[in-house]
């Protein structure tokens, strides 16, 4: 796969539904500073706490926080006074730092988009790794409003999912009955149902999507994906989420059929283990000058979609229930069926579940379906949980013949991301392949 | 200048038992031809073990500087988890028969799982503890997992755990349970006769050694500590509450300036033992109600924070006068709760000091700390 070829080998063009992406997101978070103003329920949680759930109350808007931390790590000002706002109040740094960004906000209450810091009426967050629980208890604390938590059964993956599957739904039926109390009003089951088989439909294509990443050239890269996915992060129980992932899916079939590269140099293929270090991204445009698209990520990929492991390990896309004829016929139903999809289909599942081996599969299946010749690791200081395994699984790659760079930084605070050291060590991977610049 | 007493005769030997836990696990081995689980966090249920004729030992660390671990552990996560790990690479735990782990922080799970990577052993078990022990929905869950745990404990040694077995195993644990608690009721004392680092030295020699034995030693040392008399009033009154914290170096140096460590609220102190198992004819529910209603890991408590009302308290019934926040460096879940205790402990007049704890303490920087600190207290006291 590495070429002496030197210069352009593909053709290339931009995303026809780039700016359609763009004006989705800009739209998700529009609506969230209007929703108090509005008198539009708006609630708060983890981007992964289950929208369907809220859906069944009807129209709301929806605060997710990892996704909102990421947002604010991209305005450098607005970001180090946001950490700085939380360490003032005694919070150590090494905490989450999506986290760190949105408490920071908060404090400040200062919304990155202009005006307020825009309060959810009620929490409905998820726990899977050591902050999410503690983060929203000190926001509940801090703007007196009512949480609930759901936890996320981890461990023994494959093993007792029956049990897993019992406790989520019942954790479910516990958190619906409980915003009927707060909201005072009943949930609609229809609108809930229909709300989890969009979001089933959105994450199934985005999984789809990423697939066709397996094309050479690679249709989409890393520094374009972001952008993607974040809206079956952030909206992928609405029906234009939906829709547009199919649009999108035609289109990068399109692509992958007329051989049009995000890389038109593409000459070496990498695989990304960790969250973007969303102050620096320019370290995928950098990679590029050396013609290294870097064409996947676990977290990408499965932050807001779902892929299907078959029983050879291949991974393909994962059908939805609805296609599968499996019934939501009432709450219980559907309940118990929104458990299954979600202990299977999820990042954490394959993230923080798994034993640290069978994570290091998991990226190994990556690199050779994706057809990687390398995988660049971040040893990311502002999240503790996708560094889970990290260095067990350089050594895992290492041992499998694949080629690996690590570079510390943090997903969302600058001053923990030392850019001049990562382009050193980009710098001496890419010289490990033989590759020198392109381009300037 | 009062310094805390030193005990003798059976407390003495849970220090002992603490500097030679390998010895004491491999003579144990011996002795019984029994197997020992090595397990990682006290939210295991070692009842269970226990009834299973095993010895479950907790993996701890041994406080040296180390290298082994960096291959295998992110540098981002905390000294504890790497200290530990580090001990089964150096194989000073080669003995044990099999390891284990309550879910629990995601930094001990990753030694827990580097270990079963680099360190197999024919036992290795996820035992999935609920982070969300405040719902009720999380008994039925962890009822199953007990029922699951037994189940594999019965397939691995091929001896069936009978219900007998399990009510003997309750019974022996929540004899250690409340003698434990009564050598502590004795630092409630105006001259407490033992010091933080014996009680210390006594819960983590409880987490290394059979529990039976454990129990005659306790019985042994409660009746001569209830004995004891001419003992010193400290000059401070303190509580330890924070992470995982074995380091008696750091409490013997605190108690060599005149205070006394009288209670705590971390793993290997009353964390570990405090509440006992409530029998009842479901034996896996009991232990699944003992475990969840536990005073709580940080990584456990919320969406309610239940922490305070029970520090509060420890605070209260044995009279403190200062608290030391113990953190382990990076170590999240207290991370979270350190600023919300404090605002709590100052509500309530109790200043406190908080320490960054690593493999190794500064002990020299800490004293010069820690003197500032009891000297504030007494001054505050004086004002009173």
Not at chain 2, 254 to 279: I, K, M, Q
Not at chain 2, 354 to 366: I, N, T
Request: proline share 5%; charged share 25%.
């Amino acid at each position: 796969m590495v070429s002496d070829t030197k210069g352009i080998l593909y053709k290339t063009a931009p995303l026809k539904l780039w700016n359609k992406a763009r004006e989705l997101r800009v739209n998700h978070y529009k609506e969230i500073q209007e929703a108090p103003e509005k008198g539009r329920l708006l609630v708060g949680g983890s981007v992964q706490a289950y929208p369907s759930l809220i859906a069944g109350f009807g129209d709301f808007a929806h605060l997710g926080g990892e996704a909102y931390g990421a947002t604010i790590a991209t305005d450098p000002d607005f970001a180090l006074k946001c950490a700085e706002a939380v360490e003032a109040r005694g919070y150590a740094r090494d905490l989450c730092s999506y986290m760190r960004m949105y408490w920071g906000s908060m404090f400040l209450d200062r919304y990155p988009f202009g005006g307020k810091f825009p309060h959810p009426n009620l929490l409905l967050h998820l726990h899977f790794c050591d902050t999410h629980g503690k983060w929203y208890q000190v926001v509940s604390d801090y703007l007196g409003i009512p949480c609930k938590v759901i936890e996320f059964p981890t461990g023994g993956w494959g093993q007792r999912e029956d049990l897993k599957v019992e406790y989520l739904s019942t954790q479910f039926n516990d958190a619906v009955e409980w915003m009927e109390k707060t909201l005072g009003r009943k949930s609609d089951d229809e609108l809930m149902i229909e709300s989890m088989k969009t979001e089933f439909m959105s994450q199934s294509l985005w999984g789809e999507i990423a697939l066709l990443n397996q094309a050479i050239p690679a249709p989409l890269d890393h520094k374009t994906m972001p952008t993607l996915h974040v809206l079956g992060v952030l909206m992928r129980h609405k029906k234009e989420c939906a829709d547009f992932y199919k649009d999108l899916l035609e289109e990068v079939r399109e692509r992958v059929a007329q051989k049009i590269a995000v890389v038109p140099t593409e000459r070496l293929r990498l695989l990304h283990d960790g969250q973007p270090p969303w102050t620096f991204l320019e370290i995928f445009r950098y990679l590029e000058k050396f013609g290294a698209a870097v064409v996947g990520s676990h977290y990408l990929f499965y932050l807001g979609g779902t892929l299907w492991e078959r029983e050879d390990g291949v991974l393909e896309r994962r059908k939805t229930p609805q296609e599968l004829g499996i019934p939501m016929r009432n709450r219980e139903e559907a309940l118990k069926v929104y458990a299954q999809w979600i202990l299977y289909k999820n990042m954490w599942s394959r993230a923080i579940c798994l034993p640290s081996e069978e994570r290091s599969d998991q990226v190994l299946k990556l690199v050779r379906q994706w057809r990687c010749d390398g995988v660049v690791i971040h040893l990311n200081r502002g999240c503790e949980n996708m560094s889970y395994g990290c260095m067990e699984n350089k050594l895992a790659l290492n041992e499998a013949g694949v080629p690996t760079m690590t570079y510390e930084g943090n997903q969302a605070d600058a001053r923990e991301l030392d850019t001049s050291q990562i382009i050193n060590r980009v710098d001496a991977f890419m010289e490990s392949f033989g590759l020198s610049k392109l381009e300037k | 200048m009062a310094v805390a007493v030193k005990s003798g005769g059976a407390v003495k030997q849970f220090g002992a038992i603490r500097q030679n836990r390998h010895e004491y696990a491999k003579e144990w081995k011996k002795r019984t031809g029994g197997k020992v689980l090595g397990y990682f966090c006290t939210y295991v249920p070692e009842e269970l073990i226990e009834a299973a004729g095993v010895l479950p030992v907790r993996i701890m660390g041994s406080h040296e500087p180390e290298d082994v671990t960096e291959p295998h552990i992110y540098k981002m996560y905390c000294p504890f988890c790497r200290d530990c790990l580090a001990q089964g690479l150096k194989g000073r735990y080669d003995y044990l028969d099999g390891v284990m782990i309550a879910h629990s922080c995601t930094h001990i799970r990753q030694a827990y799982a580097s270990w079963t990577i680099h360190l197999p052993t024919s036992f290795q078990y996820y035992f999935s503890m609920p982070a969300k022990v405040q719902t009720p929905l999380a008994k039925p869950f962890l009822t199953s997992e007990m029922k699951a745990f037994k189940a594999a404990l019965e397939k691995w040694t091929g001896q069936k755990i009978s219900d007998d077995k399990i009510d003997k195993a309750i019974g022996v644990y929540n004899t250690n349970r409340r003698l434990m608690r009564e050598i502590y009721d004795l630092r409630k004392s105006a001259t407490p006769p033992i010091s933080g680092m014996e009680s210390m030295e006594m819960v983590v020699a409880g987490q290394m050694m059979d529990k039976k034995e454990h129990n005659k030693l306790l019985e042994q040392a409660l009746t001569e500590l209830k004995k004891k008399t001419g003992g010193n009033e400290p000059s401070s009154r303190l509580i330890i509450i924070g992470s995982e914290d074995d380091d008696t170096e750091f409490l013997d140096m605190v108690e060599s300036l005149g205070a006394s460590v009288v209670v705590d609220d971390h793993c290997t102190g009353s964390r570990y033992f405090w509440n006992e198992v409530v029998p009842k004819d479901n034996r896996l529910e009991a232990l699944a109600e003992r475990y969840l209603t536990r005073p709580a890991c940080p990584q456990k408590d919320w969406e309610e924070r239940t922490r305070w009302p029970h520090i509060e308290k420890l605070c209260d019934d044995w009279k403190v006068q200062g608290a030391l926040l113990i953190q382990q460096k990076f170590c999240d879940p207290h991370e979270f709760d350190i600023p919300y205790l404090n605002k709590k402990l100052q509500e309530k007049n109790i200043p406190s000091l908080f320490l960054e704890f690593d493999v190794l303490v500064p002990v020299g920087q800490f004293r010069t700390r820690v003197e500032a600190f009891l000297e504030m207290i007494q001054q505050a006291s004086l004002e009173f």
